[in-house]
């Protein structure tokens, strides 16, 4: 089924190029961050489902925090965009100076603090969350960690996305929550069926021929979209 972004704004997508053109200290963690059309595709995700909730980790750069936050802020919404990093003084709190950069810490909030040690202390607290994108730690341990604590925490209808997609841990987290929690993979076509098939294709022998006929035609990118069903 193919869910569809909303449209950016030319303000939004002016912020998006600063983004990627401002903070010298940023410069060496933008390999790791989303790529611009990536983040493009990511907010009009989050533009489409209007969350009343939404939660991110890690923070890293700060540019998918910021992107998100603004767009929530431009939305009218209530609240923060909610942002998890236990290791930003490790990477010179490269993603609070984005944050600060670009005035937005009226529409981020931004937590030092696990995603594990966070998601449970919201289980308990009962909260739920409309939208969650998942960029943290890329091991296996983590990463599966990280599905299992988040399918308990979604709203009906939540969006999660991935980004890494096509890393082992990610393709196995990702797995488990369309087989073992319900979630359904969500199609933005954002790129042409082909690329999306020989990408799969590409990736076949490490993650399985199941993986690259089943989850990659639906992966944009290396963004993955899913969503709790209601």
């Known amino acids: 089924m193919t869910f569809e972004p909303a449209p950016l704004s030319p303000e939004q997508l002016n912020l998006h190029d600063h983004l990627y053109n401002g903070c010298v200290a940023r410069e060496n963690m933008l390999g790791a961050a989303v790529r611009r059309h990536e983040l493009d595709l990511l907010v009009g995700v989050y533009q489409a489902v209007k969350p009343r909730r939404s939660l991110e980790w890690g923070l890293g750069s700060g540019i998918s925090a910021v992107a998100l936050g603004k767009a929530r802020q431009a939305l009218n919404l209530p609240g923060k965009h909610v942002v998890l990093d236990p290791l930003q003084e490790e990477l010179r709190n490269c993603g609070v100076m984005c944050i600060e950069e670009h005035g937005a810490k009226d529409c981020v909030e931004f937590l030092p603090v696990s995603s594990e040690e966070f998601l449970v202390d919201a289980k308990k607290r009962g909260e739920s969350f409309d939208f969650v994108f998942i960029d943290g730690a890329h091991d296996v341990g983590h990463k599966l960690t990280d599905a299992c604590l988040t399918s308990v925490v979604l709203a009906p209808g939540a969006i999660v996305c991935f980004h890494d997609s096509f890393f082992d841990s990610t393709a196995i987290a990702l797995a488990y929550l369309v087989e073992r929690c319900g979630l359904e993979l969500r199609e933005t076509r954002a790129e042409v069926p082909l690329r999306r098939r020989l990408r799969g294709l590409k990736h076949a022998s490490r993650l399985g ?16 979209v899913l969503q709790k069903k209601s």
């Open 209 to 224: 021929l199941h993986f690259a006929l089943k989850y990659a035609p639906r992966i944009d990118y290396s963004l993955s």
